[in-house]
């Protein structure tokens, strides 16, 4: 079992850039009176809403930082599951409370994906939500039952060009990051796969382990139990090169040059929550990444910690959303439905 939990760096910057975030006067409250709402918020507890299923790496990565969150800031961290429609029911619960602080997002990549390949969404994702701080980078990784016969990620195409459309491979949902990385892959390897989506990653990992589906496309928390348990085997990590913690697990980048896609974790506020409270939660998440209790679980897990701020979020979102986008341009499957 490949061990992803000592990256180079565990706790990585990133480069800042300018970011034009909703102050309190946008809902009605002038500059003392938000300095104010910081200094008392949070006087109940904080909902965080998680768009997956439990047990997955969302999951798992929220209810790892949901203690230190809550020493921080004098209030429970309430972490909410509520999934399905890739993300969209969680999101649109967060978009419609009000900018209060009370009511939270943590997303992934499908912050920017979902938008992407979807026409009629109920709400402007690019201007719904205010970036709050990123938590943490998420390899991925390509897997296969056990009985799959392929052991390499070369071998895993020859099959698939042998029998193209036959082979399955799941993912925590349509326009998911894995989803994208699957994506990517059948291009730059010119294959066909048939995807199918769950509503999360450890939804994935039991139907690959039971023979239903042939492979997945999820994080080392997600897929651990089943390759320790024998039921599933790791071909590849979603990246150009070899993660530092794994490094006899090939990358696809290694295989295919230009492949490149990594997942990531961050937090998210309703548009219009004031800006000191926004500033407030991000060095309460900055507390607990930066405690060493919680930073070795999440790399244990295969989570990468990150530092961030508002502007450093705000920045990866915009190159991260630049990838995206080229993905979605250049597959039939991904395009705007």
């Not at 201007?127 to 990123?134: E, S, V």
């Not at 998420?138 to 042998?162: G, I, M, S």
């Not at 990444?289 to 915009?318: C, I, K, W, Y």
Request: proline share 10%.
């Amino acid at each position: 079992m490949p061990n992803l939990a000592t990256p180079r760096r565990p706790l990585l910057g990133g480069a800042g850039a300018s970011l034009a975030v909703p102050f309190a006067t946008a809902v009605g409250l002038g500059p003392t009176a938000a300095n104010a709402q910081a200094a008392t918020w949070p006087e109940r507890p904080v909902r965080l809403i998680c768009p997956y299923s439990a047990g997955g790496v969302a999951d798992t990565v929220a209810r790892f930082l949901q203690p230190k969150i809550g020493e921080f800031l004098g209030q429970p961290l309430i972490v909410e599951n509520r999934t399905g429609a890739s993300g969209l029911i969680a999101a649109t619960l967060v978009a419609q409370s009000p900018p209060d602080g009370y009511t939270l997002l943590q997303e992934g990549a499908t912050l920017i994906t979902l938008p992407l390949t979807k026409r009629d969404m109920p709400f402007d994702y690019g201007t719904a939500f205010t970036p709050i701080a990123q938590a943490t980078i998420v390899p991925y990784l390509l897997n296969v039952r056990a009985d799959f016969p392929a052991r390499t990620l070369e071998e895993f195409v020859a099959q698939a060009k042998a029998r193209p459309g036959e082979i399955t491979y799941g993912t925590p949902g349509v326009a998911h990051i894995g989803h994208f990385m699957g994506e990517l892959l059948q291009i730059m390897a010119g294959i066909r796969l048939e995807h199918v989506p769950y509503r999360g990653g450890a939804d994935v990992a039991r139907d690959l382990a039971g023979g239903r589906i042939d492979a997945c496309i999820i994080s080392l928390n997600s897929i651990r139990p089943v390759v320790q348990s024998g039921k599933a085997r790791i071909l590849a990590c979603t990246t150009a090169e070899r993660h530092p913690g794994a490094p006899e697990v090939p990358s696809i980048g290694e295989s295919f040059p230009g492949y490149d896609l990594t997942s990531w974790i961050g937090m998210f506020a309703p548009a219009g929550t004031p800006r000191p409270v926004i500033e407030r939660f991000s060095a309460a998440l900055r507390f607990a990444l930066e405690d060493p209790g919680t930073r070795q679980r999440l790399m244990a897990n295969g989570e990468v910690p990150v530092r961030s701020s508002p502007e450093h979020f705000a920045a990866h979102l915009a190159r991260f959303r630049e990838v995206a986008a080229r993905v979605v341009a250049a597959s039939p499957a991904l395009q705007p439905s």
